[in-house]
């Protein structure tokens, strides 16, 4: 049985372990229905020309883990932003642990999608939230939509912000052969709210493991998100993230994706502007080596006049790894005065390495300022001699100038810790050590 | 102001196609629809060899396998194959000596398009290999280039009389299955031009033939083919006009350009094709396949006007095969009303320290949607490859669209790539300038658009660009965006 019909029957099965009489199963009901009709993407498809999953489809991976698996914190602590206090969602192969995470309702709600989708008190939230700015008509996006039960839920008053950023934190302990997750994000910042949000799957074994996430992020007016996804995952982990963004006036949000790790990589990541004054900030570094795949693909509408979206992709690629840049920015005929504004830079390592990129501009009212520039080179050799000439050694240099390649992104990144640890992730990537931190 | 926008959109919508008049010549026309008899029944008329009706036979089987591409940026109502003729050719058909014999009402027609045989004999020196309909009705300069070995005839007299070059190239750079319409040009090809350079000359003139659509429902199914031997160099301009029709008109081309060692082939185009009248009603479908092949230290470039057509599909190509070669791709695209054009280029980067360029222009008016399609590919054993790609857009009018679609694919860590792409209108600052000095609107949107085309104009043959200028002048002259 390949995995499509797999997931399709399990959803009989997923049916009996929840309310079908929830109105949000009828949403579901619908989800499974789409996906049984457009089934995987494939490479035929032009938003896929360069990623296929067509290898993952041939793993027989378990829908539903079997049994729960405790881990202690210090075994994982390396892997949480342990610097800073935070709050934390901490889920193992798909089910919340308690005990390694810190949720809150004090003021804000930092907790579960779960609870969220079947107590009475968040009913009306979720009638006006869930799924709306996801795209039910995508394939796997609709999948994640079916299966959807678990993840993180964090709504944010107006002018209320939490104390502290929250972390969510996704881990795969092995304890399948191969397992698929499905983790579904609620995000919800209502007037003038403010959040910081960090994101990071990571495996602890060698089993393969398949994420098809959905994230929706609703910044109301004037509201301001921060959103950083930390993908350094092993080379048996493979991630789909769909993250859809809908904007009102005035509103602020900005995404990095950090991709160091995994087998494949894919980022869906679509904002939608609904208002005037936005300001949408993508920006991505990604350093590849081995047989990684990263794709990110990328999608701004601009829907209404007066609004800014800003794209900033690095990108360096050693070994056998490939990566993928699709970017579109979408310009409606009312939305004049857009600026728009995407950028995406490759350097590549080996001959092997292939690197596929396609910055695209769709405009359809005259008054606005679009641009792209996308490059693909080397290390500049003058830069490299030069600090060569003053007894830089040459590991050292070329990996000084890939920091300052990707700094642009870095600098925007406004939890100091987690630049560093950033910084240091690159750093191990690299194989160098730099006596200082930029 | 004295010039508003409201003005202009009306005079851009009352400009009528000024080259919209239909020649009445009797045609040899075959009946119409598609079918093996019909591609055996063009191979006879052309008098052609056994090989050749084979070849289109097979591509003809090819093409019944294939479907309509679909990828496209455009919208169109597909064309009836079964409901086209395949075959038509001016009736009255001697070969003249001198232009004196040529049918006046011919020469009457070449003379309202502004292409006189005669004066570009004696004043611009263009040996112009006219086609109308399809067949080769006078081919001028031909001694002044046969003493430098140079050939330069019709295709189907290629086929006659040199077939062992046709053989050899013909469908060497755009295979017979390649795509959906060069399949179908393949099988129905009905005439075209063919070039060969010898090993180390430089042909003296600009090369160039006019295509004109005139039988009413006749498909245009040209096949162009230039071979610059080793060391060779030419310069071939190519410019269309058709007349006013109501159905649309098909026309699926093949250019096939084969640049030996260290030669070089400059390929120009004016196309100014019926674009349909201001509801989009008529106008042509212009589904071109364009490619060239580079060897060693070879340099193909292409340079292209596309102001008419209702519907453009054209990518001319460049595969860089031979260690140094060079492709360059020069493109200016304006659409109006309810035109459509997706274009652009393909530059394959297969030998080492290739270099390829691309700029291109687009300027959407009116209703119109303009896309920019480009693929740059670097594979991964060519070294040190390097490419520029440039594509600016300007929108004039918010009912309008501007698309850029680059595809970028490297393999090779020594390559070096940019592409940057920019969409912008015409600011009113700018024209605030060049009134404060004296230049009135109209002026200076003409201004302004000649100066965001300069890249390219600069890069057409000199009787081109004053064409191509005018070209530009009658769809966006005076535009306030």
């Known amino acids: ?438 | 102001m004295a010039y508003t926008e409201e003005e202009l959109k009306k005079e851009l919508e009352t400009k009528e196609y000024e080259y919209g008049f239909y020649t009445d010549i009797e045609s040899d026309t075959l009946p119409k629809g598609l079918n093996e008899d019909i591609v055996i029944a063009i191979s006879k008329k052309k008098e052609e060899p056994e090989w050749m009706t084979e070849w289109r036979l097979d591509a003809f089987r090819e093409w019944q396998k294939m479907k309509e591409p679909e990828w496209a940026n455009v919208h169109y109502q597909k064309p009836d194959f079964q409901d086209i003729s395949y075959y038509s050719a001016p009736n009255k058909k001697p070969k003249y000596n001198s232009l004196d014999e040529v049918d006046p009402e011919l020469l009457d027609t070449f003379k309202k398009l502004g292409i006189s045989l005669d004066e570009q004999k004696k004043l611009a020196g263009v040996a112009v290999d006219v086609v109308m309909d399809s067949v080769s009705v006078a081919t001028t300069f031909k001694k002044t280039l046969a003493e430098k070995g140079i050939i330069f005839c019709s295709i189907s007299e290629a086929i006659q009389e040199h077939p062992e070059l046709v053989k050899k190239y013909i469908g060497s750079v755009v295979p017979k299955r390649d795509n959906f319409y060069a399949a179908l040009n393949s099988a129905v090809f009905s005439d075209g031009s063919f070039c060969y350079i010898p090993k180390g000359v430089r042909c003296p003139m600009e090369l160039s033939t006019y295509f004109r659509i005139n039988q009413a429902g006749t498909g245009q199914f040209e096949r162009t083919l230039v071979i610059a031997d080793e060391g060779s160099y030419v310069s071939y301009l190519e410019g269309c006009t058709a007349p006013m029709r109501d159905e649309n008109q098909l026309h699926a081309a093949v250019v096939e350009l084969i640049a030996l060692d260290d030669a070089e082939i400059k390929y120009s185009t004016v196309q100014n094709w019926f674009p349909g009248d201001k509801e989009g009603k008529g106008g042509v479908f212009n589904f071109v396949t364009k490619r060239g092949l580079c060897e060693n230290n070879a340099k193909i470039s292409w340079t292209q006007v596309e102001t008419g057509s209702a519907v453009t599909w054209k990518y001319p190509s460049c595969v860089l095969k031979g260690n140094n070669s060079i492709g360059e791709f020069y493109s200016i695209a304006v659409t109006n009303n309810f035109q459509q054009a997706d274009t652009g280029t393909k530059m394959i980067h297969i030998g080492n320290n290739t270099r390829s360029t691309i700029i291109s222009k687009g300027i959407s008016a009116g209703k119109s949607q303009n896309s920019y399609r480009g693929l740059v590919k670097v594979n991964s054993r060519a070294k040190n490859a390097r490419n520029f790609s440039q594509c600016d857009s300007l929108l004039m009018g918010n009912e309008c669209g501007a698309h850029t679609f680059p595809y970028i694919e490297a393999q090779n860590k020594s390559a070096q790539i940019e592409h940057e792409a920019t969409t912008s209108k015409i600011g009113e600052d700018q024209i605030f300038y060049c009134n404060q000095r004296g230049i009135d609107t109209e002026k200076a949107i003409a201004l302004i658009v000649n100066g965001f085309s300069k890249e390219v104009l600069n890069k057409l043959p000199m009787e081109f660009a004053v064409e191509a200028q005018k070209l530009l002048e009658i769809s966006l002259e005076g535009s306030v965006g």
Not at chain 1, 12 to 19: K, Q
Not at chain 1, 212 to 223: L, P, R
Not at chain 1, 236 to 251: F, G, P, R
């Open chain 1, 1 to 438: 049985m390949d995995l499509k019909d797999k997931l399709i029957s399990s959803f009989i099965a997923f049916e009996d372990n929840i309310n079908v009489n929830d109105p949000v199963h009828d949403i579901r009901s619908e989800a499974i229905k789409n996906f049984e009709l457009k089934g995987f993407p494939s490479k035929r498809e032009e938003a896929w020309k360069y990623t296929s999953l067509n290898s993952l489809q041939k793993i027989d991976f378990s829908v539903f883990p079997k049994e729960e698996k405790a881990l202690e914190y210090k075994d994982i602590k390396k892997y949480f932003l342990h610097e800073i206090d935070t709050y934390k969602i901490v889920f193992i192969d798909g089910v919340y642990s308690s005990y390694l995470s810190e949720t809150t309702h004090d003021g804000v709600d930092v907790c579960l999608m779960s609870s969220a989708l079947t107590k009475p008190m968040y009913r009306q939230i979720i009638e006006l939230y869930f799924n709306k700015v996801a795209n039910t008509k995508e394939s796997l996006t609709s999948l994640n939509t079916a299966f959807s039960k678990e993840g993180a839920y964090i709504y944010i008053p107006k002018n209320k912000a939490p104390r502290k950023p929250i972390q969510i934190l996704h881990l795969a302990t092995g304890n399948e052969a191969s397992l698929m997750l499905q983790p579904r994000n609620l995000i919800i910042a209502e007037e003038n709210a403010e959040l910081q949000v960090i994101e990071r799957h990571q495996s602890l074994t060698s089993n393969e493991v398949f994420t098809n996430s959905v994230t929706e992020i609703f910044a109301a007016k004037d509201a301001r998100v921060d959103y950083y996804k930390v993908q350094n995952d092993n080379e048996n982990a493979s991630l789909v993230d769909n993250t859809y963004v809908d904007q009102k006036e005035k509103s602020v949000v900005r995404v990095h994706t950090f991709s160091f790790g995994g087998k494949l990589t894919r980022n869906n990541l679509n904002f939608y502007q609904n208002g005037e004054h936005i300001d949408s900030t993508m920006k991505g570094v990604t350093i590849l080596d081995g047989k990684q795949h990263v794709d990110h693909y990328t999608l701004v509408h601009h829907a209404q006049p007066n609004c800014e979206s800003h794209q900033d992709y690095k990108g360096i690629f050693d070994g056998r790894s490939t990566g993928v840049f699709n970017g579109k920015i979408l310009v409606d005929k009312i939305a004049q005065k857009t600026d728009a504004f995407q950028q995406n830079n490759n350097v590549l390592i080996s001959d092997t390495a292939t690197i596929n990129t396609k910055p695209q501009l769709e405009i359809f009212a005259d008054d606005v300022k679009c641009s792209h520039g996308c490059t693909i080179g080397q290390l500049d050799e003058d830069a490299l001699f030069y600090l060569q000439s003053r007894g830089i050694p040459k590991k050292e240099a070329g990996a000084l100038l890939m920091y300052a390649f990707a700094n642009n992104v870095l600098e925007s990144v406004r939890i100091p810790e987690l630049k560093t640890r950033i910084t240091r992730i690159i750093a191990n990537k690299l194989g160098v050590q730099l006596g200082f931190e930029l």
